[in-house]
């Protein structure tokens, strides 16, 4: 069964810090998305990768095929960055999420 | 931006009653998803859609449920016979090649009672 295992499951920061979330997957995936699901419900895409790194202002995403992993980090955290991130493979079975508050 | 449109953004229905989400994909996109999400559990797939049939689906997604392309802009979910455990979150998705670069709908928050 193609398992997707984040962690942690929950995270608080301090405004400023550096965040990881990571992402681990049981059999082999050709791509994978990373989304953010806002306090709201909303959900949006932020990266969709297949391999090395990817960067979007403060999001970093990496990912490693033959070890079937990612991550996902965020630089110099703020308030606003607090949401559910979940990542998917591309066998379209989703991470049960990472739960980020970051604190003023 | 394009976006995905999904209406309504809450509806409430009896048990026994049947309902119609309704998603207006990313216009050139190809590829067509529903997915759910019960309250404090994570996101489900259910089913995608290509070329006007059902491309894959999950074990949640049986005959209770059903979806169309009704006309070349709108993309629906119906569900027959609602049951309280079908309360969740339904999002759709769309994308212009299959499993990349989703965009998703804001959701309908369906709530059987």
């Known amino acids: 069964k193609n398992e997707v295992e984040q962690s942690p499951q929950n995270l608080t920061a301090q405004e400023g810090e550096f965040i990881t979330i990571n992402c681990s997957y049981s059999?082999?995936?050709?791509?994978l998305h990373w989304l953010q699901q806002h306090p709201g419900g909303g959900i949006v895409s932020l990266f969709m990768l297949s391999s090395g790194k990817k960067k979007h202002g403060r999001l970093i995403a990496t990912i490693n095929i033959q070890e079937k992993h990612s991550s996902l980090h965020i630089t110099a955290s703020h308030p606003r960055d607090s949401a559910v991130y979940i990542c998917v493979g591309d066998k379209l079975i989703f991470g049960t999420g990472t739960r980020l508050q970051v604190f003023p | 931006e394009p976006e995905v449109t999904q209406t309504p953004s809450h509806q409430v229905t009896q048990m026994g009653q049947e309902v119609i989400l309704r998603c207006v994909p990313i216009?050139?996109?190809?590829?067509f998803y529903w997915y759910r999400q019960i309250l404090g559990q994570k996101v489900e797939f259910l089913v995608s859609?290509?070329?006007?049939?059902?491309?894959?689906k999950s074990e949640i997604f049986d005959d209770q449920f059903s979806v169309e392309r009704p006309d070349g802009s709108n993309f629906t979910l119906k569900i027959r016979s609602t049951k309280l455990e079908d309360s969740a979150m339904y999002f759709c998705?769309?994308?212009?090649?299959?499993?990349?670069?989703?965009?998703f709908g804001s959701g309908t928050r369906l709530t059987v009672v």
């Open positions: 059999v082999g995936i050709s791509a």
């Open positions: 216009s050139n996109h190809l590829y």
């Open positions: 859609f290509y070329n006007n049939e059902i491309s894959e």
């Open positions: 998705a769309s994308s212009e090649v299959g499993s990349w670069g989703y965009t």
